[in-house]
């Protein structure tokens, strides 16, 4: 089966800290992704990689940055944490091609304070 | 960004009770997937459809691909406890990057 592991499950960060999230795949996908999920919001795309060193803007993308220096790891970073990045982070991965889902993590959920 | 139309936002309703939530997009997609997410894990794929018209079983679940490409809709037939969470729609278009998009998301609930 493939996994998508996320290194951490909650997280209690301060105000002004820079934070980074961990996830990993072990299927060799190319595409990786990160979304953060909010109540009445449904999922928001916040980066995605098609490939090591690539990435592109999702929707909200501000106030974050990612970095892909191997294929299996997508990392996902706060600059400077703020309360309204207080959110549930998913992680996800897929193949390139269509037709196929996405495999998500179990989630980071991050509390600001 | 694009988001799906998924309706209810949220449903409670009795054990043993039959439940249907939909998804419509103003777009055409060449794949729809149903995901589910129980309390405090990420969602797991249910159900894929790759072709107009389909209509696909899965246990107790069942989903139909739209003709028109632009829809689709889950049911669950005789809903038990563990139906509970948050239930995703997402179309995708077979095209490079493999971009999923996604419904705002249907909250069951169940009353035993």
């Known amino acids: 089966d493939v996994k998508v592991t996320q290194s951490s499950r909650y997280l209690v960060k301060r105000t002004g800290e820079k934070v980074f999230l961990e996830c990993v795949q072990d299927?060799?996908?190319?595409?990786m992704f990160w979304y953060r999920q909010d109540p009445g919001l449904g999922l928001r795309l916040i980066y995605f990689?098609?490939?090591?060193?690539?990435?592109e803007k999702g929707d909200i993308p501000e106030g974050y940055s990612v970095s892909r220096e191997k294929k299996e790891r997508f990392s996902l970073i706060l600059e400077s944490a703020s309360t309204n990045q207080t959110s549930m982070y998913l992680c996800?991965?897929?193949?390139?091609?269509?037709?196929?889902?996405?495999?998500f993590g179990s989630g980071t959920r991050l509390t600001v304070v | 960004g694009q988001q799906l139309n998924q309706s209810p936002q949220s449903m409670f309703i009795q054990e043993g009770e039959d439940v249907s939530m939909n998804c419509t997009s103003s777009?055409?997609?060449?794949?729809w997937l149903w995901y589910k997410q129980d309390p405090g894990e990420g969602p797991v794929l249910l159900i894929a459809?790759?072709?107009?018209?389909e209509l696909t079983s899965n246990g107790r679940l069942t989903a139909q691909f739209g003709i028109t490409r632009k829809d689709s809709f889950l049911n669950i037939s005789a809903s038990i406890p563990s139906d509970v969470g948050i239930y995703f729609c997402?179309?995708?278009?077979?095209?490079?990057?493999?971009?999923?998009?996604f419904g705002a998301g249907t909250i069951l609930r169940v009353k035993s």
């Open positions: 990689s098609y490939d090591v060193k690539m990435k």
């Open positions: 459809l790759y072709k107009a018209g």
């Open positions: 777009s055409i997609f060449n794949t």
């Open positions: 997402a179309g995708q278009l077979w095209e490079y990057g493999n971009k999923l998009v």
């Open positions: 996800a991965s897929s193949w390139p091609w269509g037709g196929v889902g996405y495999t």
């Open positions: 299927m060799d996908h190319e595409n």
